[in-house]
Nanobody, 125 residues
Framework: QAQLVESGGGSVQAGGSLRLSCAASGVSYSSNCMGWFRQAPGKEREKVANIYTGDDSTDYADSVKGRFTISQDNVKNTMYLQMNSLKPEDTAMYYC??????????????????WGQGTQVTVSS
């Protein structure tokens, strides 16, 4: 049974940093696509970043490029999101997600069907 557990959210002031973690179990972690998404109140969910665990290739939303870094540990089956220079507009519930495909060569065509429960990030000005 797939399980994704996020941790590391919290409240910080603008300009601060947070590091989110996502521990994965019951999913095909190696050679898979993992992603971070966020949803603010009244807004649609958006993808923040994704990483292909086979070669650590990454992709970021324009709004977080240069400030956020996605990484992963194949031994711990854990994905991370280092968030620096946080802005109030980064305030949202952050979710990790895993590709439902058992195997893939990249994040292209990823079907994010497994989700964590979310962790709240609040950035005050």
């Amino acid at each position: 049974q797939a399980q994704l557990v996020e941790s590391g959210g919290g409240s910080v002031q603008a300009g601060g940093s947070l590091r989110l973690s996502c521990a994965a179990s019951g999913v095909s972690y190696s050679s898979n696509c993992m992603g971070w998404f966020r949803q603010a109140p009244g807004k649609e969910r958006e993808k923040v970043a994704n990483i292909y665990t086979g070669d650590d290739s990454t992709d970021y939303a324009d709004s977080v490029k240069g400030r956020f870094t996605i990484s992963q540990d194949n031994v711990k089956n854990t994905m991370y999101l280092q968030m620096n220079s946080l802005k109030p507009e980064d305030t949202a519930m952050y979710y990790c997600a895993a590709d439902r495909r058992a195997f893939s060569w990249s994040c292209e065509g990823a079907d994010f069907g497994y989700w964590g429960q979310g962790t709240q990030v609040t950035v005050s000005s």
